[in-house]
């Protein structure tokens, strides 16, 4: 069974830092992409970006050059350092695998940027 756990979101002041991870099991992790979402209330879940088996990363324009996905095949952990944290930054993020629709989402885990 896929089980997603996020963690390490929380309250930030705008131009902090947070590093998120994203703990799996249930499917082997180092056969699939994986990205990182998030969803602002009230308003539909995006992607923000995704890393291949091999570690080759993609980013959505609304954090490029302020987020870095990674993965870590031996420990079947995902991550997500995102720099320079704004205001509009605030959501619940979430990792998934794209592509996986029938997989559960994971609780997600908040970030909150304000001062």
């Known amino acids: 069974q896929v089980q997603l756990v996020e963690s390490g979101g929380g309250l930030v002041q705008p131009g902090g830092s947070l590093r998120l991870s994203c703990t799996t099991s249930?499917?082997?992790?180092?056969?699939?992409?994986m990205a990182w979402y998030r969803q602002v209330s009230g308003k539909q879940r995006e992607l923000i970006a995704d890393?291949?088996?091999?570690?080759?990363?993609n980013y959505a324009d609304s954090m490029k050059g302020r987020v870095t996905i990674s993965r870590d095949n031996r420990k079947n952990m995902a991550w997500l350092q995102m720099d320079n944290l704004k205001a509009e930054d605030t959501a619940v993020y979430y990792c998934h695998r794209p592509l996986f629709a029938d997989d559960p989402w994971g609780q997600g885990t908040q970030v909150t940027v304000d001062d």
């Open positions: 890393v291949d088996v091999a570690g080759g990363a």
């Open positions: 249930g499917f082997h992790f180092g056969f699939y992409t």
